[in-house]
């Protein structure tokens, strides 16, 4: 079986590790491959290399950095379906989706190639008689990524272009569910012509998070995950003295209001809800339907549910499968808690018939979801929708304020004044207007409020560059030649 090692200073670490964990297909539910765990040592080592390839990296120039960023989206775009493959055969989701996701991560490539433009400062000629000051921005040093398994591209994606970018030298360490994806964009920043060192990985579970949150090598930590996890890995890292950006859980509530389109408001409910088997960060979850309409919205998302084929990511479907055995039974315990607690389940995903030991679970759609209902208060992670019923838009905007997620939100709506006060007065960090999943483009950032994000940057965009260097400012004095000093032939003031 495959064994799946670190990548340190440039090729795959031979070190034998005492732990590891196994690698599932999730559309047959069988091991396809091991990942070795390291540990505190492991992260010594790949400090130790990325400490060293820092010295020359923060020096190398912007047309040398911008040059190995062009290859590596050349090289990324050239293998795009084969890191697909990777994804999905180790995610679940369907190709299409994972090549999607892969294309995301690609904007952030681009973005990360107008480095030169991003990094330049600013300049004040002449505050005082000979004095200029000016401002630079310098990289910070060995820099740790930590991702979740949902995205195992994109969100990696998300920080290391732009890191490497700024000069920094860097360690991801991916889910340990899927890490296939990371370790082929490892060789093709190698054949990019990146020098060894600069991108690392190593694998493992929260020992070696805990071992690089603590590292005195490590200057900054970029997470992504679950809220608990987030949380954590924000108070132990600044605790030691890092800057943290640790992104969390959320709950996507999609406002739709009585003058919406309802065909487009139910196509996007179904998009948004079950793409990825809602194993996205920002999929919607919660859909707040405001009276009249809610009934009407019910029956054509029903309808179109009927529509959805669930099956082998790799085949012509619409959704794959949950990503472990016990996600997809913790996820069905919701849609049992749920029911428990007196919401109406209109479709039960329950019910999916699919031979095979596969982790299904199929669509799932709640009406009557009520504030105090698990399955609204908690991320469920999975293809499972809520609908709640107000009477006001008012009543909505204090539902989606009142939650403690504040990733993503959308409002369906005709009208502008409507669509203008809600992305005014919601308290999300990610707004979208007759746009489900309103992910920001690269050169915007990317961060949820509340408990969908601690610390105070975002990923990528002006943001990213800010956390991925320092800034310094200069005041310089030049005192003019006619003041003295070597004669250079300018005539001499008294
Ligand atoms: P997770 O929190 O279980 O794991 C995330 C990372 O933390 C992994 O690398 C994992 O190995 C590590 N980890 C797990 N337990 C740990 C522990 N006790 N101590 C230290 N490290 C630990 O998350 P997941 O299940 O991989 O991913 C799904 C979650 O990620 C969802 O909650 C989802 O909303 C969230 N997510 C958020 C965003 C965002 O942008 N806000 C994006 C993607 C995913």
Redesign the pocket.
């Known amino acids: 079986m495959e064994q799946i090692t670190h990548w340190i200073n440039g090729t795959l670490d031979s070190t034998q590790s005492a732990r590891g964990g196994d690698i599932y297909n999730p559309a047959t539910g069988k091991i396809s491959k091991r990942v070795a765990f390291g540990d505190a040592v492991t992260v010594d080592r790949a400090v130790d290399v990325a400490t060293a390839a820092f010295s020359t990296w923060r020096h190398s120039s912007l047309t040398k950095r911008t040059q190995v960023l062009f290859a590596f989206r050349e090289l990324v775009q050239a293998n795009k379906e084969k890191i697909a493959a990777l994804i999905t055969a180790e995610h679940g989701k369907v190709l299409s989706d994972a090549a999607g996701e892969v294309t995301r991560g690609l904007e952030v490539v681009e973005f990360a190639c107008g480095i030169p433009h991003l990094l330049k400062g600013g300049f004040s000629e002449e505050v005082s008689t000979g004095v200029d000051v000016y401002s630079i921005r310098q990289a910070l040093g060995p820099v740790a990524i930590?991702?979740?398994?949902?995205?195992p591209a994109m969100?990696p994606m998300?920080f290391f272009p732009v890191a490497i970018a700024c000069g920094n030298t860097v360690i991801v360490?991916?889910?340990?569910?899927d890490p296939s994806a990371a370790m082929f964009m490892a060789e093709l920043w190698k054949e990019a012509g990146l020098p060894d060192g600069v991108f690392n990985i190593v694998h493992?579970?929260?020992e070696?998070?805990?071992a690089l949150?603590t590292h005195p090598g490590i200057k900054s930590i970029s997470?992504?995950?679950?809220?608990?996890?987030?949380r954590?890995?924000y108070e132990t890292g600044t605790k030691a003295g890092k800057r943290v950006q640790a992104?969390?859980?959320?709950k996507n509530h999609m406002v739709v209001l009585p003058d919406a389109d309802l065909e487009l408001a139910a196509d996007a409910a179904i998009n948004a809800g079950f793409g990825s088997a809602g194993?996205?960060?920002?999929a919607i979850s919660a859909i707040v339907a405001v009276e009249p309409i809610a009934s009407a919205l019910v029956a054509r998302i029903k309808s179109r549910m009927a529509r959805i084929s669930v099956g082998d990511g790799t085949q012509n479907v619409d959704m794959g499968p949950l990503?472990s055995a016990v996600?997809r039974d913790k996820v069905a315990s919701y849609i049992g808690a749920g029911v428990d607690s007196g919401a109406t389940l209109v479709v039960d995903g329950r019910a999916l018939d699919i031979a095979g030991d596969g982790f299904w679970l199929g669509p799932t759609l709640f009406d009557n979801v009520t504030p105090e209902m698990s399955i609204y208060k908690e991320?469920i992670?999975g293809p499972v929708l809520s609908v709640i019923r107000v009477d006001t838009y008012d009543e909505a905007l204090s539902l989606v304020n009142s939650h403690q997620y504040g990733?993503g939100t959308a409002i369906f709506t005709n009208d502008g004044g409507a669509a203008r006060r809600f992305q005014n007065e919601v308290e999300v960090g990610m707004v979208g207007i007759n746009v489900p999943i309103p992910v920001p483009m690269a050169y915007y950032s990317?961060?949820?409020w509340k408990n969908?994000?601690f610390g105070d940057s975002h990923?990528h965009g002006t943001e990213g560059v800010q956390f991925f260097t320092r800034g310094k400012v200069v005041t310089s004095r030049w005192l003019d030649p006619s003041h003295g000093g070597i004669n250079l032939g300018f005539p001499q003031n008294d």
């Open positions: 930590i991702s979740p398994f949902n995205f969100v998300w360490k991916p889910s340990e569910k493992g579970d929260k070696v998070v805990d949150l997470f992504v995950g679950s809220t608990p996890i987030a954590y890995v992104l969390g859980g959320a194993e996205r960060c920002m990503v996600h991320e992670f990733n990317f961060g949820g969908s994000l990923a």
